[in-house]
């Protein structure tokens, strides 16, 4: 098979791989229908994160299931399936609890960008859906993977409510979804911080109903400039800088919450000052694989459209290119296709 390859920053080419095998009885391995490029595999991309060996992609998948272990008993050869970026069994006290991106047998998913995937853990990771879905509802199942689940997330994590003010710190896919995602759950206001005017206006087709384009300081300012003063209920961390974190702790209320998604890069909390701004704070890897049926029922009736995140689609032999249209912005998220 052909799949995706990083071998520096810059530099992802399109290579022979060998074929995924069942390894252990709890494996499937899927035929790739969409993947995808996410933000956090820019992070490598860029330089900011060390890249070693050369090693595939990708952690975003939806796909038809080719071969199961013995005993992958719930999903079957033939039928699409979705999964999350973390595998869980979904039988530990931890996947029991919720929290199926700690599960004890847990392995990230990163060889998605290729036309087959081996996916571990199949028997509590993957969810099929009753028929195959058309084709215009694939974008958003995949969104489902992650971004989606990873905003839903974040809106859980920084306790958005019915009545409630959501700030959604970030705009790229997984912000966006965010946006989705306080409105889901009943934010009354959703104030969503973004400088790109494509990325706004997806944000207020998504329930936005605020825009705030300054960052830093003055970003806080506007954001208490629009809550009386006081900071915002919830606010949702969907990038991952210093910048950012300081930006979601200082535009949240006493007694609010902060939802951090971003991956953390160079991230470090005041201790004393968190103790005494009076705010909460939760993140982490989205336990995706909780909201999963959820969030494709949400999905196949039509209520939420998630894949609107993908405004560039390419075939999977130019991932290259899709890796630099989001590097250098000219796409939100890239959506890939064997």
């Known amino acids: 098979m052909r799949g995706a390859v990083i071998h520096a920053p810059g530099d992802v080419r399109f290579e022979t791989l060998d074929d995924p095998k069942i390894i252990q009885p709890t494996d499937a391995v899927i035929r790739t229908v969409s993947t995808c490029v996410c933000g956090s595999d820019l992070w490598p991309y860029r330089g900011a994160e060390p890249i070693g060996d050369p090693h595939p992609m990708g952690h975003e998948y939806v796909g038809i299931v080719e071969e199961v272990g013995s005993e992958v008993t719930h999903v079957r050869p033939g039928q699409f399936v979705v999964g999350s970026f973390a595998t869980s069994d979904n039988t530990c006290v931890n996947c029991r609890n919720g929290w199926q991106s700690s599960c004890l047998s847990r392995e990230f998913m990163s060889t998605c960008q290729a036309e087959y995937v081996r996916i571990p853990n199949a028997h509590g990771t993957l969810v099929a859906t009753d028929e195959h879905p058309d084709a215009e509802m694939v974008p958003s199942l995949l969104a489902v993977s992650d971004v989606m689940g990873t905003g839903w997330y974040a809106a859980l994590a920084a306790e958005v409510k019915p009545g409630s003010t959501a700030v959604v710190v970030g705009d790229g896919a ?75 702790l200082h535009s949240t209320r006493p007694g609010g919450n902060v939802g951090f998604v971003g991956v953390p890069h160079e991230v470090s909390i005041d201790g004393q000052e968190l103790f005494f701004s009076q705010v909460g704070l939760r993140g982490g890897p989205a336990p995706v694989r909780r909201y999963l049926p959820d969030l494709i029922d949400r999905v196949l009736s039509g209520r939420i459209n998630p894949g609107k995140v993908f405004d560039l689609t390419l075939p999977l032999d130019q991932v290259a290119e899709g890796y630099k249209a989001m590097d250098e912005r000219r796409a939100i998220k890239t959506l890939l296709k064997p």
């Open 174 to 248: 997984v912000g966006l979804c965010g946006v989705i995602a306080a409105k889901e759950l009943g934010a009354e206001r959703i104030i969503a911080m973004s400088r790109h005017e494509s990325r706004q206006k997806l944000a207020l087709e998504f329930g936005a109903t605020d825009i705030i384009s300054e960052r830093g300081e003055e970003g806080i300012a506007r954001v208490k400039d629009l809550t009386g003063g006081i900071g915002a209920d919830s606010v949702l961390e969907c990038v991952g800088t210093a910048e950012s974190m300081r930006q979601a």
